[in-house]
Nanobody, 115 residues
C-alpha cells in the first residue's frame, strides 16, 4: 500500500507557472512508473506526463514543451513543473504510482488558470 499526497496547486494567471509536488510514502523505485493525470469538470481523467523507473518521460501532446516531470529518488517525490499555463489547463491534478497494471492515486490538487 502507498500514500500519495499532492501539493502546489492554486490560482495562476494565463502565461504563469506552477510547480506541483507529490510525496510518496514508500520507495519510488518500487513502481514501474510515476505520473501526473488531470481531470477537468465534465471530462474524463487524462494523462499529463509519466516518468518510468529508468527516467524515461512521456507527455500528452497538449503539454509538450510547457510541462516537465521529474523525480527525486532520494526524497521519494515526483514533481511537475508547469510553464506557460493556459485556461484549458484548469483541472484537478492527480499523482499516480503504477506497478504493472495496478494504479494508486493521490487525492488531487486543484489548478485554476484564470485572469
Amino acid at each position: 500500500q502507498v500514500q500519495l499526497v499532492e501539493s502546489g496547486g492554486g490560482l495562476v494567471q494565463p502565461g504563469g507557472s506552477l510547480r506541483l509536488s507529490c510525496a510518496v510514502s514508500r520507495n519510488i523505485f518500487d513502481f514501474n512508473e510515476m505520473g501526473w493525470y488531470r481531470q477537468a469538470p465534465g471530462k474524463q481523467r487524462e494523462l499529463v506526463a509519466t516518468i518510468n523507473v529508468g527516467g524515461v518521460t512521456n507527455y500528452a501532446d497538449s503539454v509538450k514543451g510547457r510541462f516537465t516531470i521529474s523525480r527525486d529518488n532520494a526524497e521519494n517525490t515526483v514533481a511537475l513543473q508547469m510553464n506557460t499555463l493556459k485556461p484549458e489547463d484548469t483541472a484537478i491534478y492527480y499523482c499516480s504510482a503504477r506497478i504493472l497494471r495496478n494504479y494508486s492515486w493521490g487525492p488531487g490538487t486543484q489548478v485554476t488558470v484564470s485572469s
